[in-house]
């Protein structure tokens, strides 16, 4: 019998499951998808930030301050990508004035720190591409941005490392309350019986929650879209730039990715459609109207992939964290939505406590830290030398937009966790993230998967399961 089984594998679920792995318990996280951070972990706008904008002692509120404050010292930890470049709310009159204090307002009131109302001038010193326009701003300095599919792989790697069993293709179609446990049974047939249950189900958490308790409450899919731009506008912000929000999110932002793109978006628009990832002209054509009034010189001839994420918008209005009232041992992480993906270090390490003390846990000694991942360019000439020395494969470049190395896609295949198809590995170590989307190396990442997996090319497929490439050969090779 399992001790917690957590269902999802975003970022929620490993958070949670990796602060889980430091305590002498059994653990498995169950995903539907074909890899782990396949959902809204996915496809958002990778910010982490301050906290200013959850109402006033909510759990968003908490979480958000809390995990904002973690992110630079964990991403050290577990070997994933993070910068602190700070955010600002613009205001462009007088009446968006009063909406920026009211914001810093908040922010105090949440415990957000070093935050400033910045003036016109200073503004543009420090972003001059912003609109002329602009009155005033809400600087503030501890928000971030991450790679949170790369952040959410590196804390399964590691939760992998101290235990956790990371099981792929596992639906979830029913779960049996029992005496003193839970039956989960997937969509194959498989079952496990655990002592404890986790609800990190994103977009379907409400359906997760209604096969056990009777206290419930709904999520409604919320897709937004984005553009990416080239590194070649790099310099058009310093920062992450939002305008005021509204009702429907933060609005359209503008700001640099943690590995050096612009990123322009989302729009915001409710669903049916729990897996409706669509991108519309209309939609982007209004990211595009209404980024200019946050900076008009926008290239978007340097667009390199536009992409749509869905989110879980809660019914309550607020996070839905902890146990189930009528289902002793099944605890929710639901209605996660921005600010989730700030708040999922500090959701999980309090979920993981609330796990542990239910079941008189201890905590391990031996807990294992990341195996660190080579990044090659970033190494030193003589660093690179050595690398090349100890395997040449270092010395290959499969990825001539990110200068991503056969060696490095080698790595990410076996690590645990280890990606076994081609959006795998693009999570991973970022080949097919250029200018080119992989048009040159994705043919060779597949080579080389099939290789190091043992499998034949027709076998490799881009992301979900029967997402095939290859079908079949077109002549018999002598």
């Known amino acids: 019998m399992l001790d ?87 205001a462009f009159s007088e009446e968006e004035r009063k909406h920026v204090e009211t914001l810093y307002e908040r922010g105090l009131a949440n415990g957000v720190p070093n935050m400033k109302i910045m003036e016109r001038d200073e503004i543009l010193e420090k972003e001059p591409n912003i609109n002329k326009n602009v009155v005033c701003a809400l600087w503030a300095p501890s928000a971030g941005v991450t790679g949170p599919y790369e952040f959410c792989i590196k804390l399964f790697e590691n939760a992998a490392e101290n235990g956790v069993d990371v099981i792929l293709n596992a639906e979830v179609r029913n779960i049996e ?24 189900a994103g977009v379907y958490a409400d359906k997760i929650n209604d096969m056990v308790s009777n206290d419930h409450f709904g999520i409604q899919p919320r897709i937004g879209e984005y553009y990416i731009l080239d590194k070649a506008q790099t310099g058009l912000t310093n920062s992450v730039i939002f305008q005021c929000p509204t009702e429907m999110g933060k609005g359209v932002l503008v700001a640099q990715t943690v590995h050096g793109n612009i990123i322009v978006g989302p729009t915001a628009h409710d669903v049916q459609d729990r897996e409706c990832v ?77 796990v542990a003390k239910k079941l008189n846990a201890t905590k391990k000694e031996n807990f294992v830290k990341n195996k660190k991942q080579v990044h090659f360019m970033e ?47 693009k999570k991973r170590c970022r080949p097919g993230t250029g200018r080119c989307q992989g048009g040159f190396c994705g043919p060779r990442v597949q080579e080389i998967l099939a290789r190091e997996l043992g499998k034949s090319l027709n076998e490799i497929v881009q992301d979900k399961k029967g997402s095939y490439i290859l079908t079949n050969e077109t002549k018999e090779v002598k």
Do not use: W
């Open 177 to 200: 309350k029992r005496v003193g446990s839970y039956k989960v049974t997937l969509k194959d047939g498989r079952e496990f019986e655990t002592k404890t249950v986790i609800n990190a």
């Open 278 to 354: 669509a991108s519309t002209q209309e939609g982007l054509d209004d990211i595009r109207r209404q980024a200019e009034k946050s900076i008009k010189n926008i290239n978007y001839r340097d667009n390199i992939r536009n992409f749509t994420g869905i989110r879980a918008e809660p019914s309550t209005g607020d996070f839905i964290i902890g146990e189930a009232k009528d289902a002793e041992g099944f605890f929710n992480i639901a209605g996660t939505k921005s600010p989730g993906l700030s708040s999922a270090p500090a959701i999980g390490k309090d979920v993981a406590e609330m």
């Open 379 to 425: 190494l030193s000439q003589e660093e690179k030398a050595e690398m090349i020395k100890r395997d040449p494969r270092y010395g290959r470049i499969i990825c001539r937009c990110e200068s991503i190395t056969e060696g490095e896609i080698v790595d990410v295949i076996h690590r645990k966790v280890g990606a076994h198809t081609v959006d795998g590995v």
């Open 4 to 90: 917690v089984l957590v269902i999802g594998a975003g970022i929620m679920g490993a958070s949670v499951s990796r602060e889980l792995s430091k305590y002498n318990l059994n653990v498995a996280v169950l995903e539907k998808e074909n890899d782990v951070s396949n959902g809204t972990t996915k496809a958002n706008s990778a910010i982490v930030h301050a906290g200013y904008d959850a109402k006033e002692g909510s759990l968003m509120a908490k979480y958000n301050v809390a995990g904002c404050a973690m992110y630079e010292e964990l991403s050290k930890e577990v070997d994933a990508p993070y910068r602190n470049i700070g955010s600002y709310v613009m």
